[in-house]
């Protein structure tokens, strides 16, 4: 947890029933577009949590210094093109650099967007936390390694 987190005040102390109904919903709209856990005793409301810790630290993991990458990328890309690779390879590689490239400055352009969805996930990591202690269901430590997806 960084430091921006620990200054961000409790939003969810405790969490009513309405923010239950909400979870609630919110698993089963995660039901059909998520992997599925494998062990059947694991609750909804906990493959949500699972869920929504990989998103979160999604968002944590994107939150990297784009602008100042770009060049390191770009001359690393460059210097990868051996000259005996033929025109044909050479205009895919230049291509395929081309759009590594885009997507670096789409990434640098909208890492407000990326912090601010950082912010909310954790927020609602949080929030689940507090809702699945208070069902006495164990919520196991997750942190950027544990919750890879693999």
Known sequence: MNTEEKDQPQIFPEVNPEKEEFFNKMSEYF???TPKIE???ISSLLNLYFHMVQTRNLFRALQLPWSTLIPIVHKGCTLSVPVSQGQINTKKHVRRTTDLISAMCYLNKNQKVIYKMSVFY???VQ???SLLRQKGIEVPPMDMESADGD
Do not use: F, G, R
């Open 127 to 129: 929030a689940l936390e």
């Open 122 to 124: 954790s927020h609602q």
């Open 39 to 41: 062990n059947k005793s």
């Open 31 to 33: 039901h059909d577009c």
